[in-house]
């Protein structure tokens, strides 16, 4: 055989060597282009891209504190543009969470979450959603009422909320929410779903993704008795 012949035969070999070490590297990584995570594209649960940063946050959250839910101060603006007080949600047991209505990830696999719960209820079991904006500048009246008819929620089994900017701190204390900003404009934030009962005490509450229907239901027919 020739040198030259030789010479390439040899080049040829390394690039296959080096092109099956890289794509070795990336399957161990769990970085496979296209590859799509629970909530859309990303890098993976346990990578670093946007997406499991904020699910990572969802996992995260604090001990309650501060006042009951329901002595949160401050005006609270619901999808009609009505301002609202936290203590007119006395009177009846209900589901609270928290989202923003621009979030493509955690947020929408709440409401999943608690819709599997509606669908499922049974009879006389009590169903009452209350969802507080963690986004005050964004989500208005109306940005609420489309966010409310694109997951078709029913404005009379769903309170959609947004508080006045000084109401945000203590109502996330009061939930025991850790949120903040993100490096890509959004709002990392904990997962959390509260039951609370009658009184507007949180009962019990969930934290993460994945909370069963079951257990929500359960927990929810306790708080009214």
């Not at 649960?45 to 990572?56: F, L, M, S, T, W």
């Not at 209820?121 to 169903?127: M, R, S």
Request: charged fraction near 20%; charge should be neutral; aromatic fraction near 4%.
């Amino acid at each position: 055989m020739r040198p030259v012949t030789l010479i390439r035969l040899a080049a040829a070999a390394t690039v296959v060597v080096l092109v099956l070490f890289a794509v070795g590297r990336i399957e161990r990584r769990g970085i496979l282009p296209g590859e799509r995570g629970p909530a859309g594209p990303s890098s993976g649960e346990n990578g670093a891209g946007p997406d499991a940063r904020e699910i990572q946050a969802a996992r995260e959250a604090l001990p309650p504190g501060g006042l009951p839910l329901v002595a949160v101060p401050g005006a609270f603006t619901d999808a009609a543009g009505r301002v609202r007080r936290l203590s007119e949600l006395r009177g009846e047991p209900f589901l609270a969470s928290v989202l923003y209505t621009r979030c493509p990830t955690v947020c929408p696999r709440v409401i999943a979450e608690l819709k599997r719960l509606e669908r499922s209820a049974e009879e006389g079991l009590p169903t009452r959603f209350v969802l507080f904006s963690l986004d005050p500048a964004h989500d208005t009246p109306e940005v609420l009422r489309a966010f409310a008819e694109v997951h078709a929620l029913n404005p009379e089994t769903w309170t959609l909320l947004t508080p006045e900017p000084g109401a945000l701190e203590p109502l996330t204390r009061a939930l025991g929410v850790a949120s903040g900003p993100d490096a890509a404009g959004g709002i990392a934030h904990s997962a959390v779903i509260a039951v609370v009962d009658g009184e507007g005490r949180v009962r019990r509450r969930h934290v993460g993704l994945g909370s069963p229907a079951a257990a929500l239901a359960a927990e929810l027919r306790a708080s009214a008795r």
